[in-house]
């Protein structure tokens, strides 16, 4: 804390979230990097759909890239974690 005539910058003020987030464990996330990358070329949006039949992935005009297999998004933001006590409220 600082001093009685010192101001605390912006950054240094705590917030009522430390107090919530005090005592729990770090997060970390790892990326997820492709090990291989492969470039395919097609002469025309027939062939792209063609493809994307044959692989059975969605591929559209705005498709950029594609993980074979196709990677499956775990469902994060429906999941919550309580404390024992918000429970009892």
């Not at 009522?16 to 395919?40: L, N, Q, R, T």
């Not at 097609?42 to 196709?70: A, E, L, Y």
């Amino acid at each position: 804390m600082p001093k009685k005539d010192e101001q605390m910058a912006l950054f240094e003020m705590p917030t009522m979230s430390d107090e919530m987030w005090e005592g729990m464990p770090e997060f970390s996330h790892e990326k997820i990097e492709a090990e291989y990358v492969i470039i395919c070329r097609f002469r025309n949006w027939r062939d792209v759909q063609d493809f994307g039949k044959k692989i059975d992935q969605n591929v559209t005009q705005q498709t950029k890239s594609i993980w074979h297999p196709k990677l499956i998004f775990q469902d994060h933001h429906s999941k919550r974690y309580f404390d024992e006590g918000d429970l009892e409220k």
